[in-house]
């Protein structure tokens, strides 16, 4: 059957494909496709001819089922990549690609000279992500994941053991990070012994454990989250991960961890509403990670969140300035943070007392700390030097 489309004359030729786009959607009213079959019958029609009446008519060009297939797949991630930047989120989720062969569609395009190099740390690892996820669910699909969660250990309360922490010592619960590297600072500790690190840290105090899983920027590993639960860590763990794909959500689940990472700078409102869902579901709490004014203010509309994390890092240039916490939570939204319950954690800069009471009196109730204590040839003896005081459950 034929698809018909008038498009406007401002449409580019679509026999010409640049190497570099940006994409911005474009649905004309006067856009009328008619189709009908299944997809294995489709057939595309892309060939510009000469306008008629103020419009260029297209004229028929057949594509086979699999590039009709790549066409929608193409249409799909530009579609999220507009939503996001309608929301602000300035992290791309892949590198830009030109469309597939005869594509005809409702984008249009426009030549950029940015090219398909990633704008800071962030975007990069997020494009690595995106593909290595891709891998991981060729080889263990979601429905074999789901069945190896009847052998996963019990998911622990990891928002509880935050508040019986902050209650039992007057200060922020710590989530203390067993983390081997970072991407600004290289390798944090050469001795790196992530069972041995974090009882370290359950003696010393941490409330809760964030495991690096990412394996390439972090040198972390899904192994290490799988050691500390079997070594008898008591410590509820966060999944430290760069979430792009809700299988991750089952995968960290199925390993052991008790919540997991969900970054507002890289997923759009309604990822967040969806893979929350899906946490408690599970019965993993979601640590939803903002940076700035808009990212809390879109947070905060989403029912059903418990925790945000404030990351006082800028992850463009890596600057680190504590007082974001603060400049994010005073004044309306920290009495609507109140009014629902939610648990703010403190994130990034954190190394001295001064700077825990810093974003204690702003209002956090937890904090979350990986390079000043693991540093520490005692990292337990860190959390101690960190907060000017023994926390431990057994203070000598």
């Given at each position: ?85 309608s929301q ?250 109140r009014e ?57």
């Amino acid at each position: 059957m034929e698809a018909l489309a008038s498009l406007r004359p401002t449409f580019p030729s679509l026999t010409h494909r640049p190497n570099k786009f940006s994409v911005r959607r474009s649905i004309p009213m006067d856009l009328h496709i008619r189709n009908s079959g299944s997809l294995a019958s489709s057939s595309i029609r892309a060939q510009q001819i000469e306008p008629k009446d103020g419009f260029a008519t297209v004229a028929p060009v057949t594509v086979p089922e699999e590039n009709a297939l790549k066409v929608k797949e193409w249409e799909v991630g530009m579609f999220q990549d507009e939503v996001a930047a309608s929301q602000g989120i300035r992290i791309r989720r892949r590198p830009p690609t030109g469309p597939p062969t005869h594509y005809v569609g409702p984008f249009e395009f426009r030549l950029q000279n940015e090219g398909n190099t990633p704008r800071n740390i962030l975007e990069e690892i997020i494009w690595h992500k995106d593909k290595e996820v891709a891998r991981f669910r060729e080889r263990r699909p979601l429905l074999a994941l789901k069945k190896e969660l009847d052998n996963a250990p019990p998911a622990r309360d990891f928002i509880g053991a935050l508040r019986e922490a902050n209650l039992r010592t007057g200060v922020p619960g710590l989530i203390a990070e067993v983390k081997k590297a970072s991407p600004s600072r290289g390798v944090l500790r050469e001795d790196f012994d992530p069972v041995e690190i974090a009882k370290a840290y359950e003696r010393g105090g941490a409330a809760c454990l964030s495991v690096l899983t990412d394996e390439k920027f972090f040198k972390g590993s899904f192994e290490n989250l799988e050691l500390i639960r079997k070594a008898g860590v008591k410590c509820p763990l966060l999944c430290k991960e760069f979430v792009v794909d809700a299988w991750q959500i089952y995968n960290a689940r199925a390993k052991g961890a008790d919540a997991i990472l969900l970054i507002a700078a890289v997923l759009p409102d309604l990822d967040i509403k969806y893979m929350t869902k899906i946490c408690k579901m599970l019965g993993l709490a979601a640590l939803v990670e903002v940076h700035d004014e808009r990212e809390i203010d879109r947070v905060l509309e989403i029912e059903g969140i418990e925790l945000i994390g404030i990351n006082n890092r800028n992850l463009e240039n890596f600057e680190v300035d504590i007082s974001i916490t603060k400049r994010l939570i005073e004044g309306e939204r920290g009495q609507r943070i109140r009014e629902k319950g939610i648990i703010v954690v403190g994130e990034s800069g954190l190394f001295t007392p001064d700077d825990i009471a810093f974003v204690q009196e702003a209002g956090v109730k937890a904090v979350l700390v990986g390079e000043s204590i693991v540093k520490q040839s005692d990292p337990g003896k860190g959390i101690s030097g960190l907060f000017g005081k023994d926390i431990s459950l057994s203070p000598n």
